[in-house]
């Protein structure tokens, strides 16, 4: 089998996510991903698709990522990792990952904000006098 690559996106963050078959090696822009990732719930959000479909162990990957916070970027790699294993086998990964919202792009973006205004929605206090 050869290389499966995906993009995952989530707010501001871009993920080039590369899937080839290996020991289960996570490296996220040239770093293990224990060292990326220092919380834990960030390293079981990578890590949910393997979960998912039973293939921990079974695949390397290899990230390169851009853009956004913390959260935004793992969300964009577990999408990235869902995409690529949906492209290796369809009728295995992709109804499992597919249950669990894996392929689903979250297109929820930060609002701008407005002149005039302290933020997107919020408004200075009016005074009448």
């Given at each position: 089998m050869e290389q499966k690559n995906a993009l995952g996106r989530r707010k501001s963050a871009v993920a080039r996510v590369?899937?080839?078959?290996?020991?289960?090696?996570?490296?996220i822009n040239n770093r293990p991903l224990n060292e990326y990732?220092?919380?834990e719930n960030l390293v079981y959000i990578v890590n949910q698709p393997f979960v998912v479909t039973k293939t921990e162990g079974q695949f390397d990957v290899k990230v390169n990522i851009v853009g956004g916070g913390?959260?935004?970027q793992a969300e964009a790699?577990?999408?990235?990792?869902?995409?690529?294993l949906s492209n290796l086998d369809r009728e295995?990964?992709?109804?499992a990952l597919k249950a669990e919202g894996f392929l689903t792009?979250?297109?929820r973006e930060v609002e701008r904000k407005k002149p005039g205004q302290p933020g997107a929605r919020a408004h200075f206090q009016f005074s009448k006098r």
């Amino acid at each position: 089998m050869e290389q499966k690559n995906a993009l995952g996106r989530r707010k501001s963050a871009v993920a080039r996510v590369y899937l080839a078959p290996g020991k289960g090696n996570v490296t996220i822009n040239n770093r293990p991903l224990n060292e990326y990732f220092k919380q834990e719930n960030l390293v079981y959000i990578v890590n949910q698709p393997f979960v998912v479909t039973k293939t921990e162990g079974q695949f390397d990957v290899k990230v390169n990522i851009v853009g956004g916070g913390t959260k935004g970027q793992a969300e964009a790699i577990r999408l990235g990792i869902s995409r690529a294993l949906s492209n290796l086998d369809r009728e295995a990964y992709r109804p499992a990952l597919k249950a669990e919202g894996f392929l689903t792009r979250d297109s929820r973006e930060v609002e701008r904000k407005k002149p005039g205004q302290p933020g997107a929605r919020a408004h200075f206090q009016f005074s009448k006098r």
